[in-house]
């Protein structure tokens, strides 16, 4: 079609808007100042086919997230052409379903990134694509603006593509860095709508990966952790996050769940009292009568902060998986048939390369060799630490002594 003929222009927002953010707003209201544009479809993809590391939203959410966002702008109106279609989506089959909805009287202008134009003729039928619409390129930071024009100069000679450049210098911001900073926990108001922004908390999106699990971002956790904790603790957490990770590689353990576990093992240590019982209240798990009893007598509610830095694992860091939570809440006592990864956490909290204590180096060197000597050893320095010191010794701590000692030998 002629643009000159056309009386009216239409511009296209394609994507999967997972979710819609501040900066797609922003650039098509660049587009609609700068080139004219009558209206702008924000068109949501299909759900891609590959898997991701966070698990996306819904279609259903996709468009409801652009209906939220586009509020307030009478010339943007979603269109759920694409996420309503039957098996896979291309741009071809769009561009002439508008054709036939629109009529002659529109010319259709696509917006897109400069990373797309460098790619769009891998399109399917993009010869036919290029004949139906007109293209605006969109700048990123950093675009080598020269080999992006020689671009389009081919993809005119080959194809007849018509393609226009703007020069938008909004915020960059990308759907992936909104999904994981909601993953992590992090506030994204800055970079989605209100009504985005609510929408997400409200039904929990970006919170788990594919397989069902919360979403875990170590280095925003390892940032919140040494805002809320003293220097010597922050640094005895990284130590034994090492030393996890190292032990875990070495006896098959998930190395993801080690450093998880070995980063929030002592979240809640400088915790008081009441601020250990609340957040275990509050996260809805349980601490025995036996063990608070215990506590209660012997004044020693320190070995709280295993159980509530499992709680506060799961309130403040989105932790579900039972793993990571039973190596948080029993690192400190210990119980019996501990899993691979609770002797982990364990012993990587005694044996970390800050710790010095008479004969800690032969422990050291046994864990190399057998992780549940090594383990042994370790209950073995704790049970008479707290004889030398004349200390109480829980029940759980003595029963886990007894089967590492005297069950199968």
């Not at 926990?185 to 009504?195: I, N, T």
């Not at 956790?221 to 070495?250: C, G, Y």
Request: aromatic share 8%; net charge negative.
């Amino acid at each position: 079609m002629n643009s000159d003929l056309a009386q009216h222009r239409l511009g296209i927002m394609g994507g999967t808007f997972d979710p819609i953010h501040k900066g797609h707003i922003m650039i098509a209201e660049y587009a609609t100042r700068a080139f004219n544009l009558e209206r702008v479809l924000f068109i949501p993809t299909g759900r891609p086919p590959h898997k991701r590391e966070i698990r996306l939203a819904g279609g259903e959410e996709r468009l409801q997230m652009c209906r939220l966002a586009v509020k307030g702008h009478p010339d943007f109106v979603v269109d759920d052409r694409e996420v309503r279609r039957q098996g896979t989506t291309y741009t071809v089959d769009t561009m002439q379903e508008l054709h036939k909805a629109y009529g002659p009287g529109w010319q259709f202008y696509f917006i897109i990134g400069t990373d797309t134009l460098q790619v769009i003729d891998s399109w399917r039928c993009f010869p036919q694509v290029a004949k139906m619409t007109e293209f605006i390129a969109i700048y990123r930071p950093g675009d080598e603006r020269e080999e992006l024009t020689r671009c389009a100069q081919r993809l005119e000679r080959q194809y007849g593509a018509r393609i226009h450049f703007g020069a938008y210098e909004g915020p960059d911001i990308s759907s992936t860095q909104v999904r994981r900073r909601v993953a992590s926990g992090g506030a994204v108001d800055e970079w989605v709508p209100d009504a985005v922004d609510c929408y997400i908390r409200t039904h929990q999106l970006y919170t788990e990966t594919e397989d069902g699990n919360r979403t875990m971002d170590f280095d925003v956790w390892t940032a919140r952790l040494k805002a809320i904790l003293s220097p010597q603790r922050f640094a005895h957490i990284l130590r034994t996050r090492d030393m996890a990770v190292e032990l875990a590689k070495r006896y098959g353990v998930d190395t993801d769940k080690a450093q998880a576990a070995a980063l929030l093992h002592d979240c809640a240590k400088e915790m008081d009292r009441v601020q250990m019982l609340d957040v275990i209240e509050k996260a809805g798990m349980q601490v025995s009568d036996e063990t608070l009893e215990f506590c209660r007598r012997n004044g020693c509610y320190g070995i709280l902060h295993g159980p509530a830095g499992a709680a506060a694992a799961k309130i403040d860091f989105g932790v579900t998986d039972p793993e990571i939570l039973s190596a948080i809440a029993w690192h400190t006592l210990g119980q019996p048939e501990m899993g691979m990864l609770d002797k982990v956490i364990y012993t990587a909290d005694i044996l970390e390369e800050g710790r010095q204590w008479p004969g800690i180096e032969e422990v050291r060197a046994a864990i190399q060799k057998d992780l549940d000597e090594g383990l042994r050893l370790c209950v073995g320095r704790g049970m008479e630490y707290l004889i030398q010191t004349n200390r109480p010794i829980h029940p759980s701590a003595l029963a886990l002594w007894n089967e590492l000692n005297f069950t199968n030998h």
